[in-house]
Protein backbone atom coordinates (compact mmCIF):
# COMPACT_ATOMS: atom_id res chain seq x y z
CA UNK A 1 0.00 0.00 0.00
CA UNK A 2 3.30 2.43 0.65
CA UNK A 3 4.38 1.56 -2.70
CA UNK A 4 1.11 2.89 -4.47
CA UNK A 5 0.26 6.07 -1.83
CA UNK A 6 4.04 6.99 -2.57
CA UNK A 7 3.47 7.00 -6.30
CA UNK A 8 0.39 8.79 -5.99
CA UNK A 9 1.66 11.47 -4.05
CA UNK A 10 4.65 11.70 -6.71
CA UNK A 11 2.03 12.13 -9.35
CA UNK A 12 0.19 15.05 -8.02
CA UNK A 13 3.30 16.82 -7.03
CA UNK A 14 3.96 16.54 -10.88
CA UNK A 15 0.93 16.96 -12.29
CA UNK A 16 1.91 19.88 -14.58
CA UNK A 17 4.72 17.50 -16.54
CA UNK A 18 1.24 15.78 -18.12
CA UNK A 19 3.19 11.99 -17.86
CA UNK A 20 -0.66 10.48 -17.06
CA UNK A 21 -4.02 10.42 -19.29
CA UNK A 22 -5.49 8.89 -16.47
CA UNK A 23 -4.67 7.40 -12.60
CA UNK A 24 -6.65 4.69 -11.92
CA UNK A 25 -5.98 5.51 -7.59
CA UNK A 26 -8.68 4.07 -6.60
CA UNK A 27 -8.51 0.75 -8.25
CA UNK A 28 -4.41 0.56 -7.49
CA UNK A 29 -5.51 0.77 -3.37
CA UNK A 30 -7.80 -1.74 -3.58
CA UNK A 31 -5.31 -4.06 -5.51
CA UNK A 32 -3.00 -3.38 -3.37
CA UNK A 33 -5.26 -4.45 -0.18
CA UNK A 34 -4.97 -7.38 -2.09
CA UNK A 35 -1.64 -8.39 -2.86
CA UNK A 36 -0.69 -7.08 1.28
CA UNK A 37 -3.21 -9.85 1.77
CA UNK A 38 -1.29 -12.55 0.14
CA UNK A 39 1.91 -11.47 0.81
CA UNK A 40 0.79 -11.72 4.97
CA UNK A 41 0.01 -15.46 3.72
CA UNK A 42 3.28 -16.05 1.16
CA UNK A 43 0.86 -15.95 -1.86
CA UNK A 44 2.37 -13.20 -3.61
CA UNK A 45 3.53 -13.51 -7.03
CA UNK A 46 7.09 -12.39 -8.32
CA UNK A 47 5.80 -8.81 -8.95
CA UNK A 48 3.77 -7.40 -5.72
CA UNK A 49 5.12 -4.79 -4.45
CA UNK A 50 5.11 -3.26 -8.11
CA UNK A 51 4.01 -0.17 -9.46
CA UNK A 52 3.94 0.23 -13.24
CA UNK A 53 2.15 2.57 -15.42
CA UNK A 54 1.11 1.89 -19.44
CA UNK A 55 1.28 3.67 -22.30
CA UNK A 56 -2.36 4.74 -23.73
CA UNK A 57 -1.47 2.33 -26.81
CA UNK A 58 -1.67 -0.75 -24.71
CA UNK A 59 -5.32 -2.97 -24.04
CA UNK A 60 -6.55 -3.30 -20.27
CA UNK A 61 -9.81 -4.72 -20.48
CA UNK A 62 -12.67 -2.19 -20.28
CA UNK A 63 -10.32 0.76 -19.21
CA UNK A 64 -9.53 3.35 -22.10
CA UNK A 65 -7.35 3.09 -24.91
CA UNK A 66 -7.26 5.78 -26.47
CA UNK A 67 -2.98 5.97 -28.40
CA UNK A 68 -3.33 10.03 -27.57
CA UNK A 69 -5.71 10.25 -30.47
CA UNK A 70 -9.46 12.06 -30.83
CA UNK A 71 -10.34 9.42 -32.96
CA UNK A 72 -10.23 7.02 -30.51
CA UNK A 73 -11.59 9.16 -27.66
CA UNK A 74 -13.61 7.17 -25.25
CA UNK A 75 -12.68 3.92 -26.67
CA UNK A 76 -12.33 1.26 -24.01
CA UNK A 77 -10.52 -2.16 -24.56
CA UNK A 78 -12.30 -5.13 -24.74
CA UNK A 79 -9.37 -7.74 -24.02
CA UNK A 80 -6.13 -7.31 -21.90
CA UNK A 81 -2.90 -7.22 -24.10
CA UNK A 82 -0.65 -10.51 -23.17
CA UNK A 83 1.89 -8.70 -21.80
CA UNK A 84 0.00 -6.74 -19.45
CA UNK A 85 -2.04 -9.79 -18.46
CA UNK A 86 1.23 -11.25 -17.30
CA UNK A 87 1.99 -8.98 -15.14
CA UNK A 88 -0.97 -8.82 -13.48
CA UNK A 89 -0.99 -12.52 -13.33
CA UNK A 90 2.31 -11.67 -10.84
CA UNK A 91 0.68 -9.06 -9.25
CA UNK A 92 1.97 -6.00 -10.45
CA UNK A 93 0.02 -2.77 -9.57
CA UNK A 94 -1.47 -0.53 -12.39
CA UNK A 95 -1.80 3.09 -11.26
CA UNK A 96 -2.41 4.80 -14.76
CA UNK A 97 -2.00 5.03 -18.18
CA UNK A 98 0.56 7.33 -19.78
CA UNK A 99 0.64 10.40 -22.07
CA UNK A 100 2.14 9.51 -25.61
CA UNK A 101 2.20 10.52 -29.36
CA UNK A 102 -0.84 10.21 -31.10
CA UNK A 103 -0.24 6.49 -32.40
CA UNK A 104 3.54 6.49 -31.34
CA UNK A 105 4.07 8.87 -33.89
CA UNK A 106 6.33 11.57 -32.72
CA UNK A 107 9.83 12.40 -31.33
CA UNK A 108 8.45 15.05 -28.70
CA UNK A 109 4.84 13.69 -27.08
CA UNK A 110 3.85 17.11 -28.45
CA UNK A 111 1.35 15.04 -30.39
CA UNK A 112 -1.15 13.99 -28.32
CA UNK A 113 -4.61 14.70 -27.68
CA UNK A 114 -3.68 14.70 -23.91
CA UNK A 115 -1.18 18.15 -24.24
CA UNK A 116 2.53 17.87 -24.37
CA UNK A 117 4.43 16.33 -21.66
CA UNK A 118 7.01 18.15 -19.80
CA UNK A 119 10.70 17.33 -18.98
CA UNK A 120 10.97 17.03 -15.34
CA UNK A 121 14.08 18.23 -15.46
CA UNK A 122 13.36 21.44 -16.76
CA UNK A 123 9.73 21.80 -17.94
CA UNK A 124 10.25 24.28 -20.84
CA UNK A 125 11.99 21.21 -22.80
CA UNK A 126 9.72 18.24 -24.15
CA UNK A 127 10.42 14.51 -22.16
CA UNK A 128 11.05 12.98 -25.89
CA UNK A 129 8.58 10.70 -27.86
CA UNK A 130 6.38 8.79 -28.07
CA UNK A 131 6.74 6.57 -24.55
CA UNK A 132 6.75 10.89 -22.93
CA UNK A 133 5.06 10.58 -20.33
CA UNK A 134 6.42 6.76 -19.12
CA UNK A 135 10.05 7.77 -19.55
CA UNK A 136 8.72 11.62 -17.11
CA UNK A 137 6.59 9.28 -15.11
CA UNK A 138 9.78 6.97 -14.31
CA UNK A 139 12.02 10.06 -13.72
CA UNK A 140 9.79 11.82 -11.20
CA UNK A 141 8.87 8.62 -9.13
CA UNK A 142 5.55 7.70 -10.47
CA UNK A 143 5.80 4.40 -10.84
CA UNK A 144 8.44 1.96 -10.73
CA UNK A 145 8.61 0.76 -14.28
CA UNK A 146 6.65 1.95 -17.37
CA UNK A 147 5.47 -0.01 -20.12
CA UNK A 148 5.76 1.82 -23.21
CA UNK A 149 6.20 0.84 -26.96
CA UNK A 150 9.28 1.48 -29.14
CA UNK A 151 8.82 1.01 -33.04
CA UNK A 152 11.76 3.61 -33.96
CA UNK A 153 13.20 4.75 -30.25
CA UNK A 154 9.75 5.82 -28.65
CA UNK A 155 11.05 3.50 -25.16
CA UNK A 156 15.23 4.44 -25.93
CA UNK A 157 14.68 8.22 -26.85
CA UNK A 158 12.33 9.64 -24.13
CA UNK A 159 14.60 7.30 -21.61
CA UNK A 160 17.64 9.33 -22.82
CA UNK A 161 16.06 12.61 -22.56
CA UNK A 162 14.35 12.01 -18.89
CA UNK A 163 17.67 10.15 -17.15
CA UNK A 164 16.07 6.99 -17.23
CA UNK A 165 16.52 3.07 -18.18
CA UNK A 166 14.75 2.50 -21.60
CA UNK A 167 14.75 -1.03 -23.05
CA UNK A 168 13.89 -2.05 -26.78
CA UNK A 169 13.96 -5.80 -26.71
CA UNK A 170 14.28 -8.11 -29.64
CA UNK A 171 11.50 -7.68 -32.35
CA UNK A 172 9.28 -11.11 -31.37
CA UNK A 173 10.33 -11.57 -27.23
CA UNK A 174 7.36 -9.85 -26.10
CA UNK A 175 3.49 -10.82 -27.88
CA UNK A 176 2.02 -7.69 -29.65
CA UNK A 177 -0.74 -8.81 -28.94
CA UNK A 178 -3.42 -5.58 -27.51
CA UNK A 179 -0.52 -3.24 -28.46
CA UNK A 180 -2.82 -0.69 -30.43
CA UNK A 181 -0.94 -1.21 -34.17
CA UNK A 182 1.49 1.47 -35.37
CA UNK A 183 4.20 -0.25 -38.54
CA UNK A 184 3.66 -3.98 -37.42
CA UNK A 185 7.29 -5.32 -38.27
CA UNK A 186 9.11 -2.76 -36.24
CA UNK A 187 7.00 -2.76 -32.90
CA UNK A 188 7.81 -4.01 -29.77
CA UNK A 189 6.81 -3.26 -26.04
CA UNK A 190 9.32 -1.31 -24.68
CA UNK A 191 10.25 -1.53 -20.65
CA UNK A 192 11.58 2.22 -18.69
CA UNK A 193 12.94 2.01 -15.32
CA UNK A 194 15.37 3.26 -12.95
CA UNK A 195 16.70 -0.28 -11.55
CA UNK A 196 18.30 -3.13 -13.99
CA UNK A 197 16.53 -5.84 -11.58
CA UNK A 198 13.32 -5.01 -11.31
CA UNK A 199 13.46 -4.41 -15.25
CA UNK A 200 15.24 -7.75 -15.98
CA UNK A 201 12.14 -9.16 -13.95
CA UNK A 202 9.52 -7.45 -16.10
CA UNK A 203 10.84 -8.58 -18.97
CA UNK A 204 11.39 -12.12 -18.01
CA UNK A 205 7.44 -12.03 -16.95
CA UNK A 206 6.43 -10.49 -20.24
CA UNK A 207 8.62 -12.46 -22.87
CA UNK A 208 7.70 -15.24 -24.49
CA UNK A 209 5.82 -17.07 -26.89
CA UNK A 210 1.79 -16.08 -27.35
CA UNK A 211 -0.33 -18.05 -29.44
CA UNK A 212 -2.77 -14.86 -29.98
CA UNK A 213 0.72 -13.29 -31.77
CA UNK A 214 2.04 -15.14 -35.23
CA UNK A 215 5.35 -13.56 -34.90
CA UNK A 216 6.13 -13.91 -31.11
CA UNK A 217 9.37 -16.03 -30.61
CA UNK A 218 9.21 -20.00 -28.93
CA UNK A 219 13.19 -18.95 -28.03
CA UNK A 220 13.11 -19.84 -24.04
CA UNK A 221 13.16 -16.83 -21.67
CA UNK A 222 16.10 -16.82 -19.77
CA UNK A 223 16.66 -15.73 -16.49
CA UNK A 224 18.47 -12.32 -15.50
CA UNK A 225 21.48 -12.99 -13.95
CA UNK A 226 23.53 -10.78 -11.91
CA UNK A 227 26.38 -8.98 -13.74
CA UNK A 228 29.59 -10.76 -14.12
CA UNK A 229 32.09 -7.63 -13.32
CA UNK A 230 35.21 -9.78 -14.53
CA UNK A 231 33.77 -10.69 -18.00
CA UNK A 232 35.92 -8.28 -20.61
CA UNK A 233 33.72 -7.54 -23.47
CA UNK A 234 34.57 -6.49 -27.18
CA UNK A 235 32.37 -3.53 -27.87
CA UNK A 236 32.49 -1.09 -30.77
CA UNK A 237 30.94 2.31 -31.57
CA UNK A 238 29.74 2.85 -34.62
CA UNK A 239 32.40 5.77 -35.54
CA UNK A 240 29.86 7.54 -38.50
CA UNK A 241 27.38 7.99 -36.03
CA UNK A 242 29.60 9.85 -33.08
CA UNK A 243 30.98 11.75 -36.73
CA UNK A 244 27.78 12.92 -37.68
CA UNK A 245 26.92 16.70 -37.99
CA UNK A 246 23.60 16.23 -35.96
CA UNK A 247 25.59 15.59 -32.57
CA UNK A 248 26.17 18.43 -29.71
CA UNK A 249 29.87 18.65 -29.15
CA UNK A 250 28.53 17.56 -25.36
CA UNK A 251 26.64 14.13 -26.50
CA UNK A 252 29.65 13.51 -28.76
CA UNK A 253 32.35 14.06 -25.70
CA UNK A 254 30.38 12.47 -22.79
CA UNK A 255 30.48 9.31 -25.16
CA UNK A 256 34.28 9.37 -25.90
CA UNK A 257 34.90 9.76 -21.97
CA UNK A 258 32.45 6.43 -21.30
CA UNK A 259 34.35 4.97 -24.41
CA UNK A 260 37.54 5.61 -22.85
CA UNK A 261 36.50 4.48 -19.26
CA UNK A 262 35.80 1.19 -20.86
CA UNK A 263 39.15 1.10 -22.24
CA UNK A 264 40.63 1.78 -19.18
CA UNK A 265 38.59 -1.04 -17.85
CA UNK A 266 40.14 -3.67 -19.56
CA UNK A 267 37.77 -3.95 -22.49
CA UNK A 268 38.72 -3.72 -25.78
CA UNK A 269 37.02 -0.89 -28.05
CA UNK A 270 37.22 -0.69 -31.37
CA UNK A 271 35.67 2.11 -34.07
CA UNK A 272 33.28 0.24 -36.52
CA UNK A 273 32.45 1.64 -39.77
CA UNK A 274 28.78 2.06 -40.96
CA UNK A 275 28.40 3.75 -44.06
CA UNK A 276 25.24 3.03 -44.81
CA UNK A 277 23.94 5.38 -42.01
CA UNK A 278 22.63 7.64 -43.90
CA UNK A 279 19.90 4.85 -45.27
CA UNK A 280 18.68 4.09 -42.03
CA UNK A 281 15.69 7.12 -41.44
CA UNK A 282 14.62 7.33 -44.73
CA UNK A 283 14.06 3.87 -44.90
CA UNK A 284 12.36 4.00 -41.37
CA UNK A 285 9.89 6.42 -42.64
CA UNK A 286 8.81 4.74 -45.74
CA UNK A 287 8.21 1.67 -43.93
CA UNK A 288 6.88 2.80 -41.07
CA UNK A 289 4.78 4.97 -42.77
CA UNK A 290 3.49 2.45 -45.12
CA UNK A 291 2.67 -0.38 -42.70
CA UNK A 292 0.73 2.51 -40.44
CA UNK A 293 -1.31 3.53 -43.63
CA UNK A 294 -2.10 -0.02 -43.67
CA UNK A 295 -3.35 -0.54 -40.05
CA UNK A 296 -4.71 2.47 -39.00
CA UNK A 297 -6.78 2.10 -42.52
CA UNK A 298 -9.33 0.75 -39.92
CA UNK A 299 -10.20 3.84 -37.76
CA UNK A 300 -13.12 4.58 -40.42
CA UNK A 301 -15.91 5.74 -37.55
CA UNK A 302 -17.58 2.25 -37.68
CA UNK A 303 -15.88 -0.18 -35.74
CA UNK A 304 -13.70 1.90 -33.32
CA UNK A 305 -14.38 5.54 -31.42
CA UNK A 306 -15.65 8.46 -32.43
CA UNK A 307 -17.82 9.07 -35.57
CA UNK A 308 -18.44 12.42 -37.45
CA UNK A 309 -22.14 13.68 -37.23
CA UNK A 310 -22.66 15.52 -40.19
CA UNK A 311 -22.16 13.23 -42.87
CA UNK A 312 -24.61 13.29 -45.69
CA UNK A 313 -23.49 9.56 -47.23
CA UNK A 314 -20.96 6.87 -46.05
CA UNK A 315 -17.98 8.03 -47.89
CA UNK A 316 -18.20 11.56 -46.41
CA UNK A 317 -18.93 10.06 -43.12
CA UNK A 318 -15.59 8.58 -43.51
CA UNK A 319 -13.59 11.59 -44.66
CA UNK A 320 -15.54 13.63 -41.78
CA UNK A 321 -14.38 10.81 -39.39
CA UNK A 322 -10.88 10.46 -40.00
CA UNK A 323 -10.14 14.02 -41.12
CA UNK A 324 -11.13 15.41 -37.85
CA UNK A 325 -10.02 12.39 -35.49
CA UNK A 326 -6.47 12.16 -36.64
CA UNK A 327 -3.81 15.09 -36.03
CA UNK A 328 -1.56 16.85 -38.69
CA UNK A 329 1.27 14.26 -37.61
CA UNK A 330 -0.92 10.99 -38.21
CA UNK A 331 -1.96 12.30 -41.24
CA UNK A 332 0.80 13.43 -43.19
CA UNK A 333 2.14 9.55 -42.48
CA UNK A 334 -1.04 8.25 -43.92
CA UNK A 335 -0.39 10.33 -46.73
CA UNK A 336 3.14 9.44 -46.85
CA UNK A 337 1.93 5.56 -46.83
CA UNK A 338 -0.58 5.72 -49.04
CA UNK A 339 1.71 7.71 -51.93
CA UNK A 340 4.89 4.38 -51.20
CA UNK A 341 2.17 2.38 -51.35
CA UNK A 342 0.54 3.55 -54.75
CA UNK A 343 0.66 1.47 -58.20
CA UNK A 344 3.10 3.85 -59.72
CA UNK A 345 5.42 4.34 -57.09
CA UNK A 346 5.55 1.06 -55.81
CA UNK A 347 8.88 -0.23 -56.99
CA UNK A 348 10.91 2.88 -56.19
CA UNK A 349 9.64 3.71 -52.62
CA UNK A 350 8.19 0.76 -50.74
CA UNK A 351 10.05 -2.56 -52.14
CA UNK A 352 13.23 -0.27 -52.66
CA UNK A 353 12.66 0.74 -48.77
CA UNK A 354 12.31 -3.38 -48.21
CA UNK A 355 15.42 -4.49 -50.25
CA UNK A 356 17.55 -1.49 -48.08
CA UNK A 357 15.90 -2.83 -44.89
CA UNK A 358 18.09 -6.48 -45.39
CA UNK A 359 21.11 -4.38 -46.37
CA UNK A 360 21.20 -2.89 -42.91
CA UNK A 361 19.81 -5.82 -41.23
CA UNK A 362 22.63 -7.69 -42.33
CA UNK A 363 25.05 -5.05 -41.85
CA UNK A 364 23.82 -4.59 -38.55
CA UNK A 365 24.09 -8.24 -37.79
CA UNK A 366 27.60 -8.81 -39.40
CA UNK A 367 28.28 -6.77 -36.32
CA UNK A 368 26.74 -7.73 -33.55
CA UNK A 369 27.83 -11.17 -34.30
CA UNK A 370 31.66 -10.06 -34.06
CA UNK A 371 31.31 -7.89 -31.30
CA UNK A 372 29.69 -8.38 -27.79
CA UNK A 373 27.91 -4.83 -28.01
CA UNK A 374 27.61 -1.89 -30.27
CA UNK A 375 27.70 1.73 -28.50
CA UNK A 376 26.30 5.32 -29.80
CA UNK A 377 25.00 7.89 -28.56
CA UNK A 378 21.21 7.19 -27.82
CA UNK A 379 20.08 10.63 -29.38
CA UNK A 380 21.97 13.35 -30.85
CA UNK A 381 21.26 15.78 -28.63
CA UNK A 382 20.02 16.24 -25.29
CA UNK A 383 16.10 17.47 -24.62
CA UNK A 384 14.56 20.38 -27.12
CA UNK A 385 12.58 23.16 -26.34
CA UNK A 386 8.80 22.03 -26.36
CA UNK A 387 7.77 23.73 -29.69
CA UNK A 388 11.18 23.90 -30.90
CA UNK A 389 10.48 21.24 -33.92
CA UNK A 390 6.92 22.10 -34.78
CA UNK A 391 7.05 23.09 -37.61
CA UNK A 392 9.94 21.24 -39.72
CA UNK A 393 8.83 17.38 -39.37
CA UNK A 394 12.28 16.67 -40.83
CA UNK A 395 14.29 18.23 -37.91
CA UNK A 396 11.81 16.25 -35.65
CA UNK A 397 12.64 13.00 -37.68
CA UNK A 398 16.82 13.77 -37.23
CA UNK A 399 16.85 12.75 -33.12
CA UNK A 400 15.42 9.41 -34.21
CA UNK A 401 18.91 8.99 -36.42
CA UNK A 402 20.44 6.72 -33.52
CA UNK A 403 17.28 4.55 -32.18
CA UNK A 404 16.05 3.61 -35.89
CA UNK A 405 18.76 1.13 -36.54
CA UNK A 406 18.24 -1.86 -33.88
CA UNK A 407 14.52 -1.14 -35.04
CA UNK A 408 15.36 -1.91 -38.71
CA UNK A 409 17.41 -4.60 -37.81
CA UNK A 410 15.03 -6.12 -35.67
CA UNK A 411 17.82 -6.59 -32.37
CA UNK A 412 17.46 -5.41 -28.71
CA UNK A 413 18.93 -1.80 -27.50
CA UNK A 414 19.20 -0.41 -24.75
CA UNK A 415 19.76 3.22 -23.27
CA UNK A 416 21.33 3.94 -20.20
CA UNK A 417 21.77 7.54 -18.50
CA UNK A 418 25.67 8.73 -18.42
CA UNK A 419 25.41 11.93 -17.05
CA UNK A 420 24.01 15.57 -17.89
CA UNK A 421 25.26 18.02 -19.77
CA UNK A 422 26.23 21.68 -18.70
CA UNK A 423 22.63 22.64 -18.11
CA UNK A 424 21.59 19.20 -16.03
CA UNK A 425 20.17 17.83 -19.11
CA UNK A 426 20.44 13.51 -19.32
CA UNK A 427 22.49 11.90 -21.58
CA UNK A 428 22.06 8.84 -22.36
CA UNK A 429 24.09 6.17 -24.35
CA UNK A 430 22.45 3.58 -26.37
CA UNK A 431 24.29 -0.28 -26.37
CA UNK A 432 22.97 -2.35 -28.71
CA UNK A 433 23.68 -6.44 -29.06
CA UNK A 434 22.45 -9.60 -30.80
CA UNK A 435 18.77 -11.08 -31.03
CA UNK A 436 17.74 -12.53 -27.65
CA UNK A 437 20.87 -10.51 -25.50
CA UNK A 438 18.50 -8.75 -23.48
CA UNK A 439 19.96 -9.97 -20.30
CA UNK A 440 23.36 -9.61 -21.74
CA UNK A 441 22.27 -5.71 -22.23
CA UNK A 442 21.22 -5.44 -18.98
CA UNK A 443 24.02 -6.79 -17.23
CA UNK A 444 26.48 -4.70 -18.93
CA UNK A 445 23.55 -1.08 -17.99
CA UNK A 446 23.92 -2.54 -14.29
CA UNK A 447 28.35 -2.08 -15.03
CA UNK A 448 27.80 0.53 -16.73
CA UNK A 449 25.61 2.52 -14.05
CA UNK A 450 28.23 1.86 -11.54
CA UNK A 451 31.07 3.15 -13.50
CA UNK A 452 29.38 6.24 -13.40
N1 LIG B 1 9.91 8.91 -33.25
C1 LIG B 1 9.74 7.74 -34.05
C2 LIG B 1 8.52 7.87 -34.92
O1 LIG B 1 7.87 8.84 -34.83
C3 LIG B 1 9.66 6.52 -33.20
C4 LIG B 1 8.34 6.35 -32.59
C5 LIG B 1 8.15 5.05 -31.92
O2 LIG B 1 9.11 4.32 -31.65
N2 LIG B 1 6.90 4.72 -31.66
O3 LIG B 1 8.23 7.02 -35.71
Same mark, same amino acid.
Given at each position: ???? @? ?31 ? %? ?15 ? %? ?28 ? +????? @? ?5 ? $? ?58 ? +? ?10 ? &? ?5 ? $? ?33 ? &? ?6 ? +? ?19 ? =? ?18 ? @? ?6 ? +?? @? &? ?37 ? =? ?40 ? %? ?100
Amino acid at each position: MEVV @ENSLNNISKNSAVNAFAEIYADEAKERAREIDA %KLADDRAGRLAGLVIAI %KDNLCLNNHPAEAASAILSGSKAVYTATAI +QRLLD @EDAIIIG $RNNCDEFGMGSSNENSKHGPVKNPVDPSRVAGGSSGGSAAAVAYGGCHIAIGSDTGGSGR +QPAAFCGVLGLK &PTYSRIS $RYGLIAYASSFDTIGILGKSVDDMALVLSCMAGYD &PHDATSSR +QKVQNFTRPDNTTKYKIAYVK =DALMHDSLSTEVRDRTHEQL @EALTNEGH +QV @E &PLDFELLEYLLPTYYILTCAEASSNLARYDGVRYGERAK =DANNLEEMYELTRSVGFGEEVKRRILTGTFVLSADYYDSYFS %KAQKVRRLLRDETARAVSKYDFLITPTTPTTAFKLGEHAADPLAMYLSDLLTVQASVAGIPALSVPIGNDESGLPIGMQIMADNFQENKLLSFANYLLSLN
